[in-house]
């Protein structure tokens, strides 16, 4: 989870899902933090990936399920 001023980079992160309360964001994002020190990061708990994954389903790490012909 990062958590930062909006105007704050988060170039090269994969954002699985975002919040926005005035001029903060919360992102729930795969991978390395960005650069950018005005980000405060912390491991996110059990609910919270689970839930982003549920709202974004395009952002799953797995392929989708493809049919498989007969």
Known sequence: MLTGPEEA???GTR???ASRTGRQVSMLVRGAPPPDPRWQARRP????????????????????????GA
């Open 9 to 11: 980079s988060a170039a």
């Open 45 to 68: 708990g059990l609910e919270e990936p689970v839930m982003g994954y549920l709202r974004s389903p395009e952002s799953a790490a797995l392929p989708g399920l493809t049919g498989v």
């Open 15 to 17: 954002v699985v899902g």
